[in-house]
């Protein structure tokens, strides 16, 4: 190991060379790291599971992996070697995230900001005028839903399909690659079985879909049919199997992580009834001054800047991604103490949750320590890399635009359409994560009563 760095930084020893750390990485990732920064520093060298993870928490080294190039320290190849316990890696293969990138753009924000009304027109009937639910399970399925929507069409959403598709979805569900690490052990056993199954059952499902439209012209501006039109130019056999890897990871994507910020968004307003109060009070001058539909319009919905606050608290203090960087070509590093020149092999690694949290004040819940989608100057003293959230630089996630449209969307149509209070006490983050926003260890149970009449 002490080839892949030098000068040679601080190496992690353990009883049991490579598995003893990763029997800690497995079991609580945050602690774990958070233990070896006390004892080895802002940087050093470790073996989980055979990964040689050179690890940084400076405020330059974090600005320095955030300043690394594609072509030198992968961001994509580290994802694909993560992920690619679980997922068929002919979806990878097939999958163009420039794309990706062109669904985000802008100018499609009003069009989605229709379809994800439109999904919730049709969901949250489905939970009844009362009862008690999971507050994850339900923001997850009520995601889904809306995915299904935006990334294929509002047919993909309706009753009768949207389930079909959920099967399918839940076994390929990246999650368990980083959410639960132990259950991705039973897929790499069966060689993804049950993957590569239900992979074959959305080929299936998708051109059922494509197929009932003939003649159709009424979902001209879906995606869908925008990844047809991408296609066009593949014989069938390869356009079919195309649009359906590119259609999986939009949703996969999608689902990975903003579900659970969102169902954290309602933890804390029902956990902290000023803030809840304020959202409100948000809500009813924005409706004074853009009117009743104000949730349907973009500038309006832009304007609401303090349930964005709320929403980038609730993500920084859920945070537990891990951020690698697979190094392809000898990269120099420097942490702001040592230039360091790392070789291919190595990962170089850093985990949000242990600098997100790192002083007294940034352990306390408050939206006011952001302004908009921006961190207060001097929360983060050591560098504005140290405190994350949606990332930085070139790897920032392009998706946080219509992530603030979404949360203000559902949680204002939830808060509209139901009362609601918590039969949880304080749900923590699950120990065991490693990567993504954080699920809670146990059950965040809310009760509801519809406020129809």
């Given at each position: 190991?002490?080839?892949?760095?030098?000068?040679?930084?601080?190496?992690?020893?353990?009883?049991?060379?490579?598995?003893?750390?990763?029997?800690?990485?497995?079991?609580?990732?945050?602690?774990?790291?958070?233990?070896?920064?006390?004892?080895?520093?802002?940087?050093?060298?470790?073996?989980?599971?055979?990964?040689?993870?050179?690890?940084?928490?400076?405020?330059?080294?974090?600005?320095?992996?955030?300043?690394?190039?594609?072509?030198?320290?992968?961001?994509?190849?580290?994802?694909?070697?993560?992920?690619?316990?679980?997922?068929?890696?002919?979806?990878?293969?097939?999958?163009?995230?420039?794309?990706?990138?062109?669904?985000?753009?802008?100018?499609?924000?009003?069009?989605?900001?229709?379809?994800?009304?439109?999904?919730?027109?049709?969901?949250?009937?489905?939970?009844?005028?009362?009862?008690?639910?999971?507050?994850?399970?339900?923001?997850?399925?009520?995601?889904?839903?809306?995915?299904?929507?935006?990334?294929?069409?509002?047919?993909?959403?309706?009753?009768?399909?949207?389930?079909?598709?959920?099967?399918?979805?839940?076994?390929?569900?990246?999650?368990?690659?980083?959410?639960?690490?132990?259950?991705?052990?039973?897929?790499?056993?069966?060689?993804?079985?049950?993957?590569?199954?239900?992979?074959?059952?959305?080929y299936d499902i998708l051109d059922e879909i494509h197929a009932a439209r003939a003649g159709s012209d009424a979902h001209a501006n879906d995606s869908l049919t925008f990844m047809h039109a991408k296609f066009a130019d593949c014989d069938e056999v390869t356009r079919r199997r195309k649009v359906a890897h590119n259609v999986i990871n939009a949703n996969q994507g999608f689902l990975s992580n903003?579900?659970?910020?969102?169902?954290?968004v309602v933890v804390r307003l029902l956990q902290h009834d000023d803030v809840l109060e304020q959202v409100r009070a948000e809500a009813r001058r924005t409706a004074a001054e853009f009117g009743p539909d104000f949730l349907r319009q973009v500038e309006a919905l832009n304007s609401m800047h303090y349930l964005e606050q709320v929403l980038m608290e609730s993500v920084r203090m859920a945070q537990?991604?891990?951020?690698?960087?697979?190094?392809?070509?000898?990269?120099?590093?420097?942490?702001?103490?040592?230039?360091?020149?790392?070789?291919?092999?190595?990962?170089?690694?850093?985990?949000?949750?242990?600098?997100?949290?790192?002083?007294?004040?940034?352990?306390?819940?408050?939206?006011?320590?952001?302004?908009?989608?921006?961190?207060?100057?001097?929360?983060?003293?050591?560098?504005?890399?140290?405190?994350?959230?949606?990332?930085?630089?070139?790897?920032?996630?392009?998706?946080?635009?219509?992530?603030?449209?979404?949360?203000?969307?559902?949680?204002?149509?939830?808060?509209?359409?139901?009362?609601?209070?918590?039969?949880?006490?304080?749900?923590?983050?699950?120990?065991?994560?490693?990567?993504?926003?954080?699920?809670?260890?146990?059950?965040?149970?809310?009760?509801?009563?519809?406020?129809?009449?």
């Amino acid at each position: 190991m002490t080839h892949l760095v030098s000068p040679k930084p601080p190496i992690v020893h353990e009883e049991l060379a490579h598995i003893g750390a990763g029997l800690q990485m497995v079991d609580d990732p945050t602690g774990y790291l958070t233990r070896l920064r006390e004892q080895y520093g802002d940087t050093f060298l470790v073996d989980v599971f055979g990964y040689k993870l050179f690890c940084t928490f400076s405020g330059r080294g974090l600005e320095s992996l955030y300043k690394l190039e594609e072509d030198a320290a992968s961001f994509g190849f580290a994802t694909f070697d993560l992920l690619g316990f679980k997922t068929p890696t002919e979806i990878f293969i097939d999958t163009n995230l420039s794309i990706f990138y062109e669904m985000l753009g802008i100018r499609k924000l009003p069009y989605y900001v229709d379809v994800i009304h439109g999904v919730l027109d049709l969901e949250l009937p489905r939970l009844g005028a009362q009862g008690e639910v999971d507050v994850f399970d339900m923001v997850r399925t009520l995601q889904q839903r809306v995915g299904f929507g935006l990334w294929i069409g509002i047919d993909a959403a309706r009753d009768g399909t949207w389930q079909r598709l959920k099967e399918q979805f839940d076994v390929l569900s990246q999650e368990s690659a980083f959410a639960n690490p132990r259950e991705t052990l039973a897929t790499i056993v069966s060689g993804k079985a049950r993957e590569r199954a239900a992979l074959q059952a959305l080929y299936d499902i998708l051109d059922e879909i494509h197929a009932a439209r003939a003649g159709s012209d009424a979902h001209a501006n879906d995606s869908l049919t925008f990844m047809h039109a991408k296609f066009a130019d593949c014989d069938e056999v390869t356009r079919r199997r195309k649009v359906a890897h590119n259609v999986i990871n939009a949703n996969q994507g999608f689902l990975s992580n903003l579900y659970a910020a969102l169902a954290w968004v309602v933890v804390r307003l029902l956990q902290h009834d000023d803030v809840l109060e304020q959202v409100r009070a948000e809500a009813r001058r924005t409706a004074a001054e853009f009117g009743p539909d104000f949730l349907r319009q973009v500038e309006a919905l832009n304007s609401m800047h303090y349930l964005e606050q709320v929403l980038m608290e609730s993500v920084r203090m859920a945070q537990r991604s891990i951020t690698l960087r697979k190094v392809l070509r000898p990269v120099e590093f420097d942490d702001g103490d040592t230039v360091y020149t790392v070789q291919p092999g190595a990962y170089i690694t850093t985990l949000l949750s242990v600098t997100n949290l790192q002083t007294d004040e940034l352990r306390r819940f408050d939206p006011e320590h952001y302004e908009g989608n921006r961190l207060r100057p001097g929360l983060a003293a050591a560098g504005k890399e140290t405190v994350s959230t949606f990332g930085h630089g070139t790897h920032a996630c392009p998706a946080q635009k219509l992530s603030h449209a979404m949360c203000k969307i559902v949680v204002h149509r939830l808060l509209d359409a139901f009362d609601l209070a918590a039969e949880f006490a304080d749900p923590r983050p699950a120990a065991g994560q490693l990567g993504g926003v954080a699920r809670p260890g146990e059950a965040a149970t809310v009760r509801y009563r519809s406020r129809a009449g």
